[in-house]
């Protein structure tokens, strides 16, 4: 059955880094283009980062230069990673990974990161 846990986020000063986790369970994930989003309050989620399985990535223009995305298809499950560096109040939100054309049923629970000033 197909799971999507996030996990790696917390309170960061600004300028700081942090690397999000994403286990993928489900033979499905294996071969998805996977993608970051994110859902500050009151807005919809965001597309900032999508890796398809063959290594392309696209990163968003709001993190380019910031923010990288990977996948480990190696490992069980397979795990998508950000990297978030030099990191904004702006990118305050819950974090969370879907595919790439997100399914609704896909989302979890996602991961707080705050970023203060």
């Known amino acids: 059955q197909e799971q999507l846990v996030e996990s790696g986020g917390g309170l960061v000063q600004a300028g700081g880094s942090l690397r999000l986790s994403c286990a993928a369970s489900?033979?499905?994930?294996?071969?998805?283009?996977m993608g970051w989003y994110r859902q500050a309050p009151g807005k919809q989620h965001e597309l900032v980062a999508s890796i398809w399985n063959d290594g392309r990535t696209n990163i968003a223009d709001s993190v380019k230069g910031r923010f990288t995305i990977s996948r480990d298809n190696a490992r069980n499950p397979v795990t998508v990673y950000l990297q978030m560096n030099s990191l904004k109040p702006e990118d305050t939100a819950v974090y969370y990974c879907?595919?790439?054309?997100?399914?609704?049923?896909?989302w979890g629970r996602g991961t707080q990161v705050t970023v203060s000033s």
């Open positions: 879907n595919t790439y054309r997100p399914v609704d049923a896909y």
């Open positions: 489900g033979s499905l994930f294996r071969i998805a283009a």
